[in-house]
C-alpha cells in the first residue's frame, strides 16, 4: 500500500506563489506517473498536472506557464511549483500516484487565493 504525504498549501495573494509537495512511501512500485488534481468549491476534481517516470509532463490549459510539475524520483516526491497564482486556483489540491498495482490518493491541501 502506498502512502502520500503532502504540504504546501496556504493562503496567499493573488500574484503569489506556492510550492505543493507529495512523499510516497510504502509499497511503492513501478511508478508510471505522479501527479496533482484540484477540486474547487462546488465544481468537478480536475487534473492540473501529471509527470510520467520518463519525464513528460502535461498540464490543464489554465495553468499552463504558471505552474510547474517536477520529481524527486530518489525521494519519491513530486512538487507542484505554482506562480501567478490567481483566485480561480483556489481549491483542495491531491496528490495521485500511478503505479503498476493501481492508484493511491493524498488526503489534500488546501490553497486558497485571495483578490
Known amino acids: 500500500q502506498v502512502q502520500l504525504l503532502e504540504s504546501g498549501g496556504g493562503l496567499v495573494q493573488a500574484g503569489g506563489s506556492l510550492r505543493l509537495s507529495c512523499a510516497a512511501s510504502?509499497?511503492?512500485?513501478?511508478?508510471?506517473?505522479m501527479g496533482w488534481y484540484r477540486q474547487p468549491p462546488g465544481k468537478q476534481r480536475e487534473l492540473v498536472a501529471k509527470?510520467?517516470?520518463?519525464?513528460?509532463?502535461n498540464y490543464v490549459d489554465s495553468v499552463k506557464g504558471r505552474f510547474t510539475i517536477s520529481r524527486d524520483k530518489d525521494k519519491n516526491t513530486v512538487y507542484l511549483q505554482m506562480n501567478s497564482l490567481k483566485p480561480e486556483d483556489t481549491a483542495v489540491y491531491y496528490c495521485?500516484?500511478?503505479?503498476?498495482?493501481?492508484?493511491?490518493w493524498g488526503q489534500g491541501t488546501q490553497v486558497t487565493v485571495s483578490s
Open positions: 510504502g509499497s511503492i512500485f513501478s511508478i508510471l506517473y
Open positions: 495521485v500516484v500511478l503505479t503498476t498495482k493501481g492508484n493511491a
Open positions: 509527470i510520467t517516470s520518463g519525464g513528460t509532463t
